[in-house]
């Protein structure tokens, strides 16, 4: 099966998102805060549980560094992260990194509360200093 | 010798307009229709103004925070609202949003036209947050975020629960009838 990369540039509501399929690497940057969640993050999550639809099939790497999102792209963010995780479950293999800068108490309560959700999928909270380069 | 301004009736008017404004620490205040992209424009004037203003980041993150959900809410339950001809599937909502700093915090007041069976819910829902601490207001967020979406709620149940965590005191709200079919809510939360 052949898979769409997304390239997609920050707009002023919208963060930075790459999905390159070759390398099973998923990145998203930024801030997010469109009226429509659901019509931003509906094509992205097609085509990420395209790629993980299969029981078998290379790893996914997820990479999050969000500066701020709404209360609908939480809610988006949160169907993604269950899709991923019962991929996980299913067998295939998922790695999710959520960094957050440091001193940044929201994002940070954030990956907490969303890494209770990963049993299978492995995700890993990373704090930033502002020296250290972004995804 | 006097001054060649003056002043006229435009210019009492509005000075007294804006020095009341001032007086209440009023930092900005919109009233009338709300767009996405007036949210945007507003919102980076707001970063731009604390920034300068040398306030703590992670204050200015949550004020960000809260004035999104605000004008949000607005442009999606406001009843004064001009819906478009079909060609154009746009609807303008009218509300107001004030940002001010009292006594060295901010406060983020919104204020539109709501259904009676809307201001009806919104008092539940506000009344219930306003009962819950910080943790339980974690949690409440989190279960929401897991529930598949409420029937007609666009989404703005979790919207007052983002608003109701970053706000430090229980936020105030309040309601007035206007005519059968319109209330007047408002919402001030202090950050």
Known sequence: MTMDAINQQATDRTPRVLFDPQAGRFEMSGESYPEDAASFFGPIMEQLSAFVAEDQGPALHVALEMAYFNSSSAKALMNMFQMLEDAAERGREITVDWYYQAGDDTMEEFGEDFSEDFECAEFRLNERDDASTSI | ?191
Do not use: W
């Open chain 2, 1 to 191: 010798m006097p001054s060649v301004f003056g002043g006229g009736m435009l210019a009492n008017d509005y000075l007294r307009f804006r020095d009341d404004l001032a007086g209440k620490g009023i930092i900005f205040s919109f009233t009338g229709y709300v767009t996405e992209s007036i949210l945007t424009a507003l919102g980076e004037a707001l970063r731009h103004k604390m920034r300068l203003d040398d306030a703590d980041p992670q204050v200015t993150r949550k004020v960000f925070s809260v004035f999104v959900e605000q004008v949000q809410n607005i442009i999606r339950y406001s009843a004064d609202r001009e819906e478009q001809g079909a060609a154009e599937p746009l609807a303008l909502s009218s509300g107001m949003v004030t940002v001010g700093r009292d006594e060295g915090r901010f406060f983020v007041v919104c204020g539109n036209t709501v259904t009676p069976a809307d201001a009806r819910k919104l008092e539940a829902r506000l009344s219930e947050l306003a009962r819950m601490d910080r943790d339980e207001l974690r949690k409440y967020y989190k279960t929401k975020l897991r529930e598949p979406p409420e029937e007609d709620s666009k989404g703005a149940s979790i919207g007052l629960i983002e608003i109701a965590r970053r706000a430090s005191e229980p936020i105030e709200f309040d309601f007035l009838e206007l005519d059968a079919q319109r209330v007047f809510f408002c919402l001030k939360a202090y950050i």
